[in-house]
């Protein structure tokens, strides 16, 4: 089954490589961006809700909070761009290690109206602080350059997208194999019988719950840089729930499950552009076709069906 998930892995490789050569124009190219972008926000979020079985409703937040430190220290402050990001990523992983413990005291429908509200708060604090943030509006981004060399183009970008994704599915991968990785699968099975075999569950719970709020930080700087200009509705709940429902489709507690997801549901509203009008309408019915028919998500659905786990 390890070979077998590292083959996968070549094959993400091989797409990634030869994709930007075959797209017939940049309006692809940039949603080939944008899919990768998803994809390393949906593997730190299925870390959490697939693999540790617990629930986050307020993560495009984290998102925000990568997005608006590339933005507002650059701007504000004269900061290097790395640095901005560098800041943005452990300003959120503190702040994740701070309201983890209490949060992760409950559990079920509390736990999620818990990071419902954290998400909603930090989307709010964006939008409130118009002096540094721009308010609704939003903000432009500087661009983004290291050792005298900028990112300006959508092929520079493609590449950095890509070699990130490679990385994190690599990384995800190995977490996964890991006495970590284990410690999540058991927790996420029976937090009593995981503590009875002596895990430590809270602090697991904490270091994923930091490391996935870590990826999106990340990637919300790279958005922003990549975009050139930030808005609130970004770190919104819609986009929240545009990340978790990722995670479901494509499959909970799977990788490869994690980039299918983020693909489909990139793709899918540009797809539906054509039903003016109804394009909410009909996503809705494609997700509730899904649910009802695939509810363990595409990967691990498809998987069963042909005798291959993952």
Same mark, same amino acid.
């Given at each position: 089954?390890?070979?077998?998930?590292?083959?996968?892995?070549?094959?993400?490789?091989?797409?990634?490589?030869?994709?930007?050569? &075959? !797209? #017939?124009?940049? /309006?692809?190219?940039?949603?080939?961006?944008? @899919?990768?972008?998803? *994809? $390393?926000?949906?593997?730190? =979020?299925?870390?959490?809700?697939?693999?540790?079985?617990?629930?986050?409703?307020?993560?495009?937040?984290?998102?925000?909070?990568?997005?608006?430190?590339?933005? &507002? !220290? #650059?701007?504000? /402050?004269?900061?290097?761009?790395?640095?901005? @990001?560098?800041?943005? *990523? $452990?300003?959120?992983?503190? =702040?994740?290690?701070?309201?983890?413990?209490?949060?992760?005291?409950?559990?079920?429908?509390?736990?999620?109206?818990?990071?419902?509200?954290?998400?909603?708060?930090?989307?709010?604090?964006?939008?409130?602080?118009?002096?540094?943030?721009?308010?609704?509006?939003?903000?432009?981004?500087?661009?983004?350059?290291?050792?005298?060399?900028?990112?300006?183009?959508?092929?520079?970008?493609?590449?950095?997208?890509?070699?990130?994704?490679?990385?994190?599915?690599?990384?995800?991968?190995?977490?996964?194999?890991?006495?970590?990785?284990?410690?999540?699968?058991?927790?996420?099975?029976?937090?009593?019988?995981?503590?009875?075999?002596?895990?430590?569950?809270?602090?697991?719970?904490?270091?994923?719950?930091?490391?996935?709020?870590?990826?999106?930080?990340?990637?919300?700087?790279?958005?922003?840089?990549?975009?050139?200009?930030?808005?609130?509705?970004?770190?919104?709940?819609?986009?929240?729930?545009?990340?978790?429902?990722?995670?479901?489709?494509?499959?909970?507690?799977?990788?490869?499950?994690?980039?299918?997801?983020?693909?489909?549901?990139?793709?899918?509203?540009?797809?539906?552009?054509?039903?003016?009008?109804?394009?909410?309408?009909?996503?809705?019915?494609?997700?509730?076709?899904?649910?009802?028919?695939?509810?363990?998500?595409?990967?691990?659905?498809?998987?069963?069906?042909?005798?291959?786990?993952?």
């Amino acid at each position: 089954m390890r070979n077998r998930a590292y083959n996968g892995l070549y094959v993400v490789i091989a797409i990634l490589v030869v994709l930007p050569f &075959v !797209l #017939p124009n940049s /309006f692809y190219l940039d949603l080939a961006i944008r @899919m990768a972008i998803n *994809a $390393v926000i949906v593997l730190g =979020l299925n870390l959490l809700i697939g693999f540790a079985g617990q629930i986050s409703l307020g993560h495009a937040g984290f998102l925000g909070i990568g997005a608006y430190a590339s933005a &507002v !220290l #650059p701007t504000h /402050f004269g900061w290097h761009p790395v640095l901005a @990001m560098v800041a943005g *990523a $452990v300003a959120t992983g503190v =702040l994740a290690a701070l309201v983890a413990r209490p949060i992760f005291k409950l559990k079920g429908n509390y736990l999620a109206m818990a990071t419902l509200g954290l998400g909603i708060i930090l989307s709010i604090a964006l939008r409130n602080e118009a002096q540094w943030t721009g308010g609704p509006d939003g903000m432009p981004v500087p661009a983004f350059g290291v050792f005298g060399f900028e990112l300006s183009s959508d092929k520079h970008w493609y590449w950095v997208v890509a070699i990130l994704l490679s990385v994190s599915v690599w990384a995800s991968l190995n977490l996964i194999d890991s006495p970590f990785g284990r410690a999540l699968r058991a927790l996420h099975g029976s937090e009593v019988a995981s503590r009875v075999v002596g895990v430590d569950v809270v602090r697991y719970k904490v270091s994923i719950f930091v490391l996935s709020a870590v990826f999106a930080s990340l990637m919300g700087s790279i958005t922003a840089h990549y975009v050139g200009f930030v808005t609130p509705n970004l770190a919104d709940f819609f986009h929240s729930i545009e990340l978790v429902t990722m995670v479901v489709i494509g499959g909970m507690a799977s990788v490869y499950g994690s980039l299918v997801g983020a693909v489909l549901l990139t793709a899918l509203p540009q797809a539906l552009a054509t039903f003016e009008g109804w394009e909410t309408v009909v996503f809705g019915a494609i997700l509730m076709i899904c649910m009802i028919f695939l509810p363990k998500g595409l990967v691990p659905t498809l998987a069963a069906k042909f005798g291959k786990g993952e």
